[in-house]
């Protein structure tokens, strides 16, 4: 007999590749004719700006831009120089199951620059990236919650429910923020803008009806040399912007996955009218987005037949549930060791990368640099990358994954040859609680004729601590609800322990 399964169909996005791989580039850069030579070099550092991602029939391929930027000691002179190197970044690689149709979504991490030099007017400079990158298929999830057809009211059906999460959207949206960043009070004037950083976190996230809103903040850190002078000062900024990205449906329950990158960077040195110095700033930013929602669904799990022989087909999955994002507040306090005695703390840039969740902690890596003068007013840098574990606070039996990590709060003292560090990481968390369900995917009538048993019409049971309803009735041929009413149980009534009439099914 031909037996019909009725599903209910959610529409969702399956990821089909996942990768991560540290990748290095590297070119040489000329001093220009119109900079003096290399005395020394203090140290360097960079912004890596997306530039494009393609998928082809089983192959994924990304490519970037790292705008390096070298501080070094001029041979002769005194102050501070910078030697500007654009250092390209491309990576490609098998991806098995990807399309033209697939969607990637890219992240990087520049996790260090490096300039060694070659001569006074020549430097190798060197950057290594962290790649990941997830490509996504547009597809179906299908539950089998009924049976149709070839009498079915001979086969009993075990109907479970559970709230999955899927991935029901995956968006991204190119933008750009632009802001005036006037000098802080008391801060020197600006000569030359001398290198950058940005650092951009997805604070808020919710949703109004079908659109996500993204709030979040750029973290502007800028060295510069000091107007009419050779000193160096730092100034930091911070530039809050909001984003519509627009869904593919209204979502109930949603949670997101945010990944920013910049596209493009333009920061300048302005003065404002009325004399008052600062800086011009203009991001380009793409945001990436993969929305979780949560779909109460009914699937078959198990079946039987009083009557008939059948045979059910089944397939085991892993599913997610209690998606929740968080964030996690790590304190770092360390000592940066020093050739020489530290006199004043020029600039510092503090980043955390190479993050994951081992064993209930979050394990990073944080890179530090620091540009320091000592007594006579020499300029020295110094770098460091310091391991960090903290607890993650995700519980027990749930699964995390950290998206990102940022930097505030960071403090750097001068101490007896050293500098003394401090600094507050925040770590964006994605959590979850993975389940394991089995769903019968057919059902098929192996024999015509009905099955015939030699059990009493009722039989006696003290029901164990494993027992159920649907195990009694499926084991004894008879019914949850004949069970329930020879036994005068209300629904849901527990039975362990409980001696019970169970009447068999004619």
């Not at 030579?37 to 550092?45: F, N, P, S, T, V």
Request: aromatic share 6%; hydrophobic share 40%.
């Amino acid at each position: 007999m031909d037996v019909t399964m009725g599903k209910k169909t959610v529409v969702c996005y399956h990821k089909v590749f996942e990768y991560a791989n540290l990748s290095e580039s590297a070119v040489e850069s000329v001093v220009p004719d119109t900079m003096p030579d290399i005395e020394r070099i203090l140290c360097a550092d960079g912004t890596l700006v997306i530039r494009s991602k393609e998928v082809s029939e089983g192959s994924v391929s990304v490519t970037a831009g790292i705008a390096a930027s070298v501080l070094y000691v001029p041979d002769g002179k005194a102050g501070v120089c910078c030697l500007k190197a654009a250092i390209p970044f491309s990576y490609s690689t098998d991806a098995p199951g990807v399309t033209t149709d697939s969607i990637p979504v890219a992240m990087f991490t520049l996790m260090s620059v490096e300039a060694h030099m070659l001569n006074p007017r020549k430097v190798v400079v060197r950057a290594t990236v962290e790649v990941k990158i997830t490509c996504y298929d547009r597809a179906e999830a299908d539950y089998c919650c009924e049976v149709s057809g070839g009498n079915e009211e001979d086969i009993q059906l075990l109907v479970d429910k559970l709230a999955i999460s899927h991935d029901v959207c995956v968006k991204e949206k190119t933008f750009v923020v632009t802001d005036e960043l006037r000098l802080p009070a008391g801060k020197p004037g600006v000569g030359e803008l001398l290198r950058d950083t940005v650092e951009l976190s997805a604070e808020d996230i919710r949703t109004v009806g079908s659109k996500v809103v993204i709030n979040g903040t750029a973290k502007i850190g800028l060295t510069y040399t000091v107007a009419g002078g050779s000193d160096i000062a730092f100034a930091e900024f911070e530039t809050a912007f909001s984003q519509l990205i627009e869904a593919d449906s209204e979502l109930g329950a949603p949670e997101f996955k945010v990944w920013l990158l910049l596209t493009a960077v333009f920061i300048e040195p302005h003065t404002y009218v009325g004399g008052e110095q600062g800086f011009t700033c203009e991001l380009h930013i793409v945001a990436q987005t993969v929305c979780s929602d949560s779909v109460g669904v009914e699937y078959i799990s198990d079946c039987y037949s009083n009557r008939r022989r059948i045979e059910a087909e089944s397939r085991a999955s892993r599913v997610m549930c209690d998606v929740g994002r968080m964030q996690q507040r790590c304190n770092f306090h360390d000592q940066l060791e020093t050739a020489q005695d530290v006199c004043e703390v020029k600039a510092v840039s503090c980043s955390a990368a190479d993050f994951k969740i081992e064993n209930g902690s979050i394990k990073s890596k944080l890179a530090v640099t620091v540009l320091y003068s000592d007594e006579a007013g020499e300029l020295f840098c110094v770098t460091r990358r310091f391991p960090m574990e903290c607890p993650s606070g995700i519980e027990a039996g749930m699964c995390g994954a950290v998206l990102s990590a940022s930097c505030a709060q960071v403090y750097a003292v001068p101490a007896q040859n050293a500098i003394d560090l401090r600094a507050q990481v925040t770590f964006d968390l994605m959590c979850w609680r993975e389940v394991e369900i089995t769903q019968i995917t057919g059902v098929d009538f192996i024999e015509e004729e009905e099955v015939k048993t030699e059990r009493p019409s009722l039989v006696v049971v003290r029901a164990g601590e494993d027992a159920s309803l649907w195990l009694l009735a499926k084991r004894y041929r008879s019914t949850r609800e004949m069970i329930r009413t020879a036994n005068s149980l209300e629904e849901g009534e527990p039975i362990i322990g409980k001696i019970l009439l169970i009447p068999t099914a004619k």
